[in-house]
């Protein structure tokens, strides 16, 4: 249940309410994954909450050194929640991460970097209000294995509903309903088994504050989508972080193992994360106007700029090695750069729409492996170094991007083609995130240092496939 309280008196009377026993204070590293400290509820008092939780930041990746890890979890009591999954009753507040010794956001700190990059657009004057609306993909398995050990590395994953079972033997027969490859896009029951599943996750999403929408079976078999209503850049990274925690929380409970792992499956559709964003000034879209699909000269810019860095911003919206996995023709995944109107091949789109208000650009290479502050935050500074710029972004391509002859692609720029190429450009391309000190250099070289790390052990372990195609030369 969402709270909705302002001020740290309503928090304190709310677990009073509600019973609480704990408060569950979290805060997102730099990978994106979450952590928590749960304090018992007779330690949470106006002190505590204005002073905030110290925590060993030298245990996290990427922030400090042991020599200097105090930092401090400073919760944002608007976000609190009652945690439906806990077996006591239990609050959960985000958290800012401050430097004790200035009491100031740290500036690796993914959250406050978002708050700084929703600042930024106010001084910029190009608006005050950023909408972001992403759209993450899931699989959900019944069985995960994997070891990865220097003699030996091997995964396997089982669905009831993947393909390769057709032709096994269960004790209660085996139902023959499920989807083929690439077969799995809003099919009804029975061969989409998981309708229940979702519709609890969408529930308890709802009952958690998160304005939601639908759900729906994706193109892959055991891959999922729920579909949540677009929010300030900040609030939808936090909502983010929610889903995420529900999906696995309620698959957990049904015995299943859900993932965001953009490629967990070959030969399939990969996991997308398309982040739909816009920019309002003084309640008025600033993204609509008379030119190509209704789009305002602003727009256009924003996407030149998204367009020009997209290389650069592949390290935040496609962070892993696997991503990469997903970036390649054949699959529906958008590795062209180009807009277009409705065009889904293309990774800029224009959503059809009769409501100005609705105007939006839908940016579709980024995947759900990403942190979603960093991600927002880093999409919006190359958006608004397209229109500080005036980065045209060309003409559109309206035709099908994946069924385009040779020669018409030669000119047509595309995504990474792996995490190393994506740090490349991104060290190669950072000044754009810099401004307004919304990234620090020393944010993006620690970040870099983390995914470099990933780099390397990926590309020094052997893996199974080359013993297949290697082993007997």
Same mark, same amino acid.
């Given at each position: 249940?969402?709270?909705d309280? &302002? ?11 509600? +019973?609480?026993?704990h ?14 400290i ?10 505590? #909450? ?9 245990? $996290? ?8 890890? +105090? *930092?401090? *979890? ?22 800012? $991460? ?34 972001? /609306? ?15 050990? /220097?003699?030996?590395?091997? %995964? ?33 029951q ?28 994706? @193109? ?7 579909? @949540? ?24 409970s %049904?015995?299943? =193992?859900? &993932? ?7 030969? +399939? ?9 816009? $920019?309002?000034? +003084?309640?008025k ?9 209704? #789009? ?23 962070? =892993? ?10 699959f ?21 729409? &009769? ?5 939006? @650009? ?10 979603p ?23 559109? !391509? ?24 994506? #740090?490349? =450009?991104?060290?190669?391309?950072m000044?754009? #995130? ?8 020393? !944010?993006?070289?620690? %970040? ?20 297949? !195609?290697?082993?007997?030369?």
């Amino acid at each position: 249940m969402k709270l909705d309280c &302002t001020t740290a008196d309503e928090l304190i009377a709310a677990m009073k309410e509600h +019973d609480v026993r704990h408060v569950d204070f979290r805060f997102t590293d730099p990978k994106g994954k979450a952590h928590h400290i749960t304090q018992y509820h007779t330690t949470v008092d106006d002190d505590l #909450l204005t002073d905030g939780v110290m925590f060993d930041g030298s245990s $996290i990746e990427g922030w400090k050194d042991i020599s200097q890890s +105090d *930092m401090i *979890m400073a919760p944002d009591v608007t976000t609190a929640v009652l945690d439906p999954f806990a077996a006591e009753p239990t609050m959960i507040v985000v958290c800012d $991460i401050l430097e004790p010794s200035t009491g100031q956001s740290y500036d690796r700190d993914p959250r406050g970097i978002a708050r700084k990059a929703m600042a930024y657009v106010e001084t910029s004057g190009v608006g005050d209000t950023v909408f972001m /609306g992403p759209e993450a993909e899931f699989f959900m398995f019944d069985d995960v294995r994997f070891e990865v050990q /220097g003699h030996t590395a091997s %995964y396997k994953l089982d669905s009831a509903e993947g393909p390769y079972n057709s032709n096994r033997e269960y004790e209660d027969g085996n139902p023959g309903h499920r989807p083929g490859p690439k077969g799995g896009y809003v099919p009804v029951q029975p061969v989409d088994p998981a309708s229940d599943i979702r519709a609890e996750m969408v529930t308890i999403m709802a009952q958690m504050g998160i304005e939601v929408e639908k759900h729906h079976h994706e @193109v892959a078999p055991s891959q999922h989508e729920l579909g @949540v209503k677009f929010n300030t850049l900040l609030r939808a990274a936090d909502d983010l972080q929610t889903y995420k925690y529900v999906v696995q929380q309620v698959a957990h409970s %049904y015995g299943k =193992s859900a &993932t965001f792992m953009p490629k967990p499956i070959s030969g +399939d559709n990969g996991s997308g994360m398309h982040v739909h964003q816009s $920019i309002w000034k +003084d309640g008025k879209p600033t993204f609509a106007g008379n030119g190509y699909a209704d #789009l305002s000269e602003n727009c256009l810019f924003y996407i030149g700029g998204i367009i020009k860095h997209a290389k650069a911003l592949n390290a935040f919206t496609n962070p =892993s090695t696997n991503s990469y996995k997903r970036l390649v023709p054949g699959f529906e995944a958008p590795v062209l750069l180009a807009y277009s109107s409705r065009n889904r091949s293309a990774s800029c789109r224009i959503p059809f729409v &009769t409501n100005p208000k609705g105007k939006r @650009v839908e940016v579709r290479f980024p995947d759900p492996s990403a942190n979603p502050y960093l991600a927002f935050s880093a999409m919006l500074m190359a958006g608004l170094d397209g229109i500080r710029n005036k980065i045209h972004p060309g003409d559109p !391509m309206d035709k099908n991007l994946y069924d385009l002859p040779p020669e018409e692609l030669q000119g047509v720029p595309t995504v990474c083609g792996s995490l190393r190429e994506a #740090l490349d =450009s991104l060290g190669a391309d950072m000044d754009f #995130l810099m401004q307004g000190d919304v990234f620090t250099q020393d !944010m993006i070289e620690g %970040y870099m240092e983390l995914k470099w790390r990933d780099v390397h052990a990926f590309e020094q372990a052997p893996h199974p496939i080359e013993f297949q !195609m290697y082993y007997s030369v």
